[in-house]
């Protein structure tokens, strides 16, 4: 079992930028793949972004890619989501997820074995 604790949400301007912290704690954190996901009031938890294990290989949904990036820092067991020109359609409570196993991209909520508590965030148009 793997703990995840994130940090970094807040209130942005759209166009603004924000950082999400995810700190794991628990297992082996280098062995599994991680990602975010974000759920909006009303809506289903979708998925945002996803890293390999090791880090060499990146997944984003499309909504979000060439404005978010995902990476990780093996050696301080944390990922982190740079989200860049924010809109108000990405206002949403984002979690950090782990991989269930060493085998799957967490790219789906069916592959996630772990959450956070979710952090909020708040794009004002």
């Known amino acids: 079992q793997v703990q995840l604790v994130e940090s970094g949400g807040g209130l942005v301007q759209a166009g603004g930028s924000l950082r999400l912290s995810c700190a794991a704690s628990?297992?082996?954190?280098?062995?599994?793949?991680m990602g975010w996901f974000r759920q909006a009031p009303g809506k289903e938890r979708e998925f945002v972004a996803a890293?390999?294990?090791?880090?060499?290989?990146?997944y984003y949904a499309d909504s979000v890619k060439g404005r978010f990036t995902i990476s990780r820092d093996n050696a301080k067991n944390t990922v982190y989501l740079q989200m860049n020109s924010l809109k108000p359609e990405d206002t949403a409570v984002y979690y950090c997820?782990?991989?269930?196993?060493?085998?799957?991209?967490?790219?789906?909520?069916?592959?996630?074995?772990?959450w956070g508590q979710g952090t909020q965030v708040t794009v004002s148009s």
């Open positions: 997820a782990a991989g269930r196993n060493t085998m799957m991209v967490v790219t789906t909520t069916q592959r996630v074995g772990s």
């Open positions: 628990g297992r082996a954190f280098s062995r599994y793949s």
């Open positions: 890293i390999s294990a090791s880090g060499g290989s990146t």
